[in-house]
């Protein structure tokens, strides 16, 4: 199981917006984290469609900014969309020899820093609160590159995207993104990942996150539901046959589960491309495993891979969606070819934001279900958040 070194945030140990620039703990880095990739959603153009028209109340569910008291003010953002600015405004702001010492933050050997960069980011927050304007945005990100953790440095990249002038800052932001996917936290490397592939998509270090898959080889098909993972998730073990997810499945809620060795994979890139690939893959699976009609549990964009292959003629019977990103401009189910489709997701997914999808479904035939859990785009996955929340009860 990928080692977790934030731990799983719930409506009771959630840090609101003010508190959380305060501290540097894991509970506050999450927010930290969740609020500067709203600050890039909202500046960046690169976000698309989600950000438009009525598909804003998901990209921004409403009820999450008011829980996490992010000031509404910020939302003023969005007309400034598409601006960029030169990197270095920390450095105008409080002198070179200060905001160079203000990196020490990201080593906590050194002395004294971490105080004085907590007071920085409050500041600076509190700044963006009042005057929700590119300038105020752009310091509290480029601080934010110098915080201790790393999930709230890799967030801070990919608002950089949005606000700085490439040329001034790239090979500094894909740097915080290269170190995120050696991150020993699987948030992080995700996230980091999803931001990479947006920012850098020919990056080689991409191609190490879709290994090959397994040696297909004949299956039992009396097997009825089915685990698809999402994208950088090919090589994990926890959808695979054995891996801790799919042994709770199978144990607790589908003793239907597929556990032969061909069982479906796909590359698990980021690209249109690839779940498009992949969609074709899985109908032609399920065609050559006499399987139509099956249950599929799916995670993350395994979500939009079965959607994608259901227009083209799949036939499911329940579709699960956990974690899904919300693009429904080009995901959506045939729901002619599905009896029943189910989402559950946590509370303001990061990954999901780092992806620009949006945060919830609107839409007639989907059961949407939240977790009291936020942020951690793998909890939806996770066995002990099946139990301590009865997840199979929503299905």
């Not at 969740?34 to 959603?41: E, K, P, Y």
């Not at 600015?85 to 203000?102: K, N, V």
């Not at 949005?162 to 001034?168: N, R, S, V």
């Not at 993104?177 to 995700?190: A, I, Q, S």
Request: with cysteine.
């Amino acid at each position: 199981m990928p080692y977790q070194r934030y731990p799983l945030v719930t409506d009771q140990t959630l840090v609101p917006y003010h508190d959380a620039f305060a501290q540097t703990g894991e509970e506050a880095a999450q927010t930290q984290a969740a609020v500067l990739l709203n600050i890039g959603a909202l500046l960046g153009e690169w976000v698309g469609e989600s950000t438009s028209g009525s598909s804003a109340a998901e990209l921004f569910p409403e009820e999450d900014w008011a829980t996490l008291a992010i000031p509404r003010s910020l939302l003023k953002l969005r007309k400034f969309r598409g601006v960029q600015l030169p990197s270095g405004l920390l450095r105008e702001e409080f002198g070179a020899d200060e905001a160079e010492w203000l990196k020490g933050a990201r080593d906590p050997r050194v002395p004294g820093v971490k105080q004085v960069f907590i007071e920085t980011q409050v500041s600076l927050s509190e700044r963006l609160a009042r005057s929700p304007e590119p300038d105020a945005a752009a310091l509290l990100v480029e601080n934010s590159l110098n915080h201790p953790q790393s999930l709230v440095r890799v967030a801070a990249a990919s608002a950089g995207r949005d606000l700085f002038h490439q040329e001034a800052i790239g090979n500094e932001l894909i740097a915080v993104l290269l170190d995120g996917l050696d991150d020993e936290d699987d948030l992080v490397r995700d996230l980091a990942a999803t931001i990479l592939a947006r920012v850098d998509p020919t990056n080689p270090r991409l191609g190490t996150l879709t290994p090959q898959g397994a040696q297909e080889q004949p299956g039992e098909p009396q097997h009825t539901s089915m685990l698809v993972h999402g994208t950088w998730a090919r090589g994990n073990s926890w959808w695979q046959p054995g891996g801790n997810f799919h042994s709770y499945i199978l144990n607790n809620v589908r003793n239907d589960l597929y556990s032969q060795p061909d069982r479906f994979d796909w590359s698990g890139a980021w690209s249109d491309q690839a779940r498009s690939i992949a969609a074709a893959r899985l109908e032609e699976w399920v065609t050559a495993h006499n399987l139509g009609g099956l249950d599929l549990i799916c995670h993350s964009h395994g979500g939009s891979v079965a959607m994608e292959s259901g227009k083209t003629g799949l036939l499911l019977n329940q579709l699960v969606l956990l974690s899904c990103p919300v693009h429904t401009e080009k995901y959506l189910p045939d729901f002619s070819r599905v009896n029943d489709v189910v989402s559950v997701r946590v509370k303001l997914d990061l990954v999901i934001l780092a992806d620009g999808g949006g945060q919830r479904y609107r839409v007639d035939g989907i059961r949407e279900n939240k977790l009291p859990i936020w942020f951690n785009h793998a909890a939806s996955h996770d066995p002990d958040v099946w139990r301590d929340h009865d997840v199979p009860s929503l299905l």
